[in-house]
């Protein structure tokens, strides 16, 4: 099925988020509003058919997961990215960033320190600190316009106090879609320091050719063991509102 990227969607007075709370706080309808991840397209008519049917149920109670959940999204990782996953390994999470925020509380402790690879998605600060743990800063380099790791300062800065790495891959906000052989240095790098990598990977269907996503827990058993993986529909289908995560 193809779709139109170019039809203009009035979402004004729909309680929109992007639109709707800049128009009430700015009082400014010219304002283009660029701050949240959160597109102007129609979502696939495949999602609102699906959508539209379980509306003909008149009831909305508490819901399982169902197992269609996870065959879906195992076989989309299968296919778009050659990942094996079981269903034993995935846990459903209402967003990536709640999904971080429980992951940080079950794997650190207060003092802890986490590692975050700067400029980064904002709330990744204030989920450490909530947590009661210390943001450690490992700042992207720019090279010719390409933003690249420190990979030689990323070991200096890791002490025994250093838990958890939180990378960003694709990165947000400068859009570096990161090479094996860069995942595989991060990879090493942990390991060696017994520090988990812990991946925010919500744009991963977003990459423009000829660069290709690789999973960082795909790349071998020993980064899978040290490893947790979050994904999410939201940005590829447009749908942050069903708020649902991995």
């Not at 099925?1 to 969607?9: A, H, Q």
């Not at 986490?114 to 743990?133: D, E, L």
């Not at 925010?200 to 947790?228: G, L, Q």
């Amino acid at each position: 099925m193809k779709y139109s990227f170019d039809e203009k969607v009035d979402r004004i007075g729909s309680n929109c988020l992007k639109w709707d709370l800049i128009n009430r706080t700015h009082n400014d309808s010219e304002i283009i509003p660029l701050w949240v991840a959160d597109m102007d397209f129609k979502v696939p008519e495949e999602i609102g058919d699906a959508i539209r049917k379980r509306l003909e149920h008149p009831i909305f109670g508490y819901s399982l997961t169902p197992p269609s959940y996870y065959k879906a999204a195992i076989n989309w990782f299968d296919k778009r990215f050659q990942w094996k996953v079981e269903k034993g390994w995935m846990k459903f999470a209402p967003g990536v960033v709640p999904g971080l925020k429980t992951i940080v509380a079950a794997y650190t402790k207060p003092g802890d320190e986490i590692i975050i690879q700067t400029p980064v998605y904002h709330p990744f600060y204030s989920i450490i600190k909530n947590n009661g743990c210390q943001v450690v800063e490992n700042p992207l380099t720019c090279k010719d316009g390409r933003y690249e790791m420190d990979f030689d300062n990323l070991e200096k800065i890791i002490t025994k106090k250093t838990k958890m790495i939180i990378l960003c891959s694709p990165h947000n906000p400068v859009g570096r879609v990161w090479t094996v052989e860069e995942l595989k240095m991060v990879g090493e790098i942990c390991i060696k320091n017994n520090v988990l990598v812990v991946v925010d990977e919500i744009h991963a269907d977003i990459v423009y050719k000829p660069n290709i996503h690789t999973v960082f827990a795909s790349i071998n058993e020993e980064f899978a063991d040290n490893s947790i993986i979050c994904t999410a529909p939201n940005k590829t289908f447009n749908i942050a509102g069903f708020k649902t995560a991995n």
